[in-house]
């Protein structure tokens, strides 16, 4: 088992540019969940994907958007970016039993730079 | 508004002593409480966990114990080594109904030396 994985590990972004983010969950697992771990302190919710669906979003700006696909996978994009969006983002996987949600597990992370 | 607290933000502790994490939440509808560890440069990786159903939960020498009136909860780490130094978190969340966000405390530094 992968587990959940992330690409790229690693990019640097002038502002203004957009980025586009990737997640592959652990098998088996149906609902992915997006974090931005800014330096020194812990993740902050950005979105949840389910179905497809954005199902809850934290608080973050439009410019932040995702998608997920049929497979499960999921993107995470940010545009306009700004020097504060510089920041460890990190994907998340559970899997959906009814209205429970099991634990969550953590990619990586994709470290973004913008200058 | 921060809902979940995180305390110290850092400790140092010998080899074979004992680190305590604690952790304050407020939202009393949290129903999930897990621990995360994480490395320089990695994800955060699940520890342990526990749901309020129980006061205390062991895995190895890692133990939570949980105090519902409170609304506190604390990680130890017995006999710790140096291959623990790393960030700890401590988390809450729903775990149904539509709202199981992870809401993360700041983490605590943790170095353990030889």
């Known amino acids: 088992d992968a587990g959940v994985t992330q690409s790229p590990t690693h990019l640097i972004k002038t502002r203004g540019q957009q980025v586009t983010l990737r997640c592959s969950p652990k098998?088996?697992?149906?609902?992915v969940s997006w974090y931005q771990q800014a330096l020194g302190q812990g993740p902050q919710f950005i979105f949840q994907y389910y179905e497809e669906e954005e199902r809850q979003r934290g608080n973050f700006p439009d410019r932040f958007s995702g998608h997920q696909f049929p497979n499960y996978s999921s993107e995470l994009n940010v545009n306009a970016l700004l020097l504060g969006d510089s920041a460890l983002y990190l994907c998340a996987s559970s899997f959906r039993q009814g209205s429970f949600l099991a634990e969550a597990f953590f990619g990586q992370g994709t470290r973004l730079t913008v200058v | 508004q921060q809902q979940v607290k995180q305390s110290p933000q850092s400790l140092i502790v010998q080899k074979g002593g004992i680190s305590i994490i604690n952790c304050a939440y407020e939202n009393t509808a949290f129903d999930y409480f897990p621990w995360y560890q994480q490395f320089p440069g990695k994800g955060p990786a699940l520890l342990i966990a526990?749901?309020?159903?129980?006061s205390e939960k062991k895995e190895g020498r890692f133990t939570i114990s949980f105090n519902k009136s409170a609304k506190q909860f604390s990680l130890h780490i017995m006999d710790s080594q140096p291959g623990d130094s790393a960030t700890y978190f401590c988390?809450?969340?729903?775990?149904?109904?539509?709202?199981?966000?992870?809401?993360f405390g700041k983490g605590m530094k943790l170095t353990v030396n030889p």
């Open positions: 988390a809450a969340s729903k775990s149904q109904g539509g709202s199981e966000k992870l809401v």
């Open positions: 526990i749901r309020p159903d129980v």
């Open positions: 098998s088996g697992h149906d609902t």
